[in-house]
C-alpha cells in the first residue's frame, strides 16, 4: 500500500527526444504527486509536483501527466539535453505530512 | 528558494564509532524532518520523521538505538549513528518541512558516510 512503482529503471534518449518516465501507487490516501532530479553525490532536488485535482502539469520542458482512476502518473521531458542526464525519482506523499515515499528511481542518460 | 545544509558533507570513521550527521533550515523553521539513507544505485528511503521537540518515529526495520535522532530546535535536527559498522556506509539525506504546504519540503545535499 505505501509502495511507488517506478520504471522503467534505465532510459536512454537521444539528445532532442523526449523521455517518459512512469510510476504507479495504490494508496488513495496519497494526494502529492512530486518528481525530483539527482546527480551524483547530491540531495535530490524538485523538479515539478502535481495534485489529484488536475490531470496534466508543465513547466518548461517538464510535463506530468496524472491519472487518478489508474493511480499513474508520470514524467515527461521534451527535447531532451545531455545536461538532463541523472537519476529521476518519483514519490507521493499524505497532504501536509511533508514524509515522502520514494519510486525506485530511474537513470537517464541523453546522448549527444 | 529555502536551503537545508547538512554537515558533513564527507565522513570517514573506524568502526565501532559513532558519527553525527546535523541538518539545519538556513532560513525557515521546519516543523519536522525527515532522515533517508540511500545506498549506491537505489532509492532514498525513509528512515525517520523527526518532530521539534518530541521523540523521533522511527520506520519499521530501522533501529532507534543505533541510528539517534534529535531534533531540538526548528532549525536543527542530528541523527547519531553509533558504533557504526561498515554496513552502515551509506549516503544519508535529510529534508525539512514547514508544514505550511506540501511543497514547501527541502532536501539537504546528502553527507557521505564511510566506515573502515
Known amino acids: 500500500q505505501q509502495q511507488v512503482k517506478q520504471s522503467p529503471q534505465s532510459l536512454i534518449v537521444q539528445k532532442g527526444g523526449i523521455s517518459i518516465i512512469n510510476c504507479a501507487y495504490e494508496?488513495?490516501?496519497?494526494?502529492?504527486f512530486p518528481w525530483y532530479q539527482q546527480f551524483p553525490g547530491k540531495g535530490p532536488a524538485l523538479l515539478i509536483a502535481?495534485?489529484?485535482?488536475?490531470s496534466e502539469k508543465k513547466e518548461g520542458r517538464f510535463t506530468i501527466s496524472f491519472n487518478k482512476s489508474a493511480k499513474q502518473f508520470s514524467l515527461h521531458i521534451m527535447d531532451s539535453q545531455p545536461g538532463d542526464s541523472a537519476t529521476y525519482f518519483c514519490a507521493a506523499s499524505i497532504r501536509n505530512t511533508g514524509k515522502l515515499i520514494f519510486g525506485q528511481g530511474t537513470t537517464l542518460q541523453v546522448k549527444p | 528558494g529555502a536551503v537545508v545544509s547538512q554537515h558533513p558533507s564527507r565522513v570517514i570513521c573506524k568502526s565501532g564509532t559513532s558519527v553525527k550527521i546535523e541538518c539545519r533550515s538556513l532560513?525557515?523553521?521546519?516543523?519536522?524532518m525527515f532522515w533517508y539513507r540511500q545506498f549506491p544505485k537505489q532509492s532514498l528511503m525513509l528512515m525517520a520523521t523527526?518532530?521539534?521537540?518530541?521523540?523521533?518515529?522511527?520506520e519499521q526495520g530501522v533501529e532507534k538505538d543505533k541510528f539517534l535522532i534529535n531534533h531540538a530546535s526548528l532549525t536543527l535536527s542530528t541523527l547519531t549513528v553509533t558504533s557504526a559498522h561498515p554496513e552502515d556506509s551509506s549516503f544519508y539525506i535529510c529534508?525539512?518541512?514547514?508544514?505550511?504546504?506540501?511543497?514547501?519540503?527541502?532536501f539537504g545535499e546528502g553527507s557521505r558516510l564511510t566506515v573502515l
Open positions: 529534508s525539512a518541512y514547514s508544514g505550511r504546504m506540501a511543497g514547501e519540503l527541502f
Open positions: 494508496n488513495t490516501a496519497f494526494d502529492y
Open positions: 532560513d525557515f523553521q521546519a516543523t519536522t
Open positions: 523527526s518532530n521539534e521537540g518530541s521523540k523521533a518515529t522511527y
Open positions: 502535481i495534485r489529484p485535482d488536475v
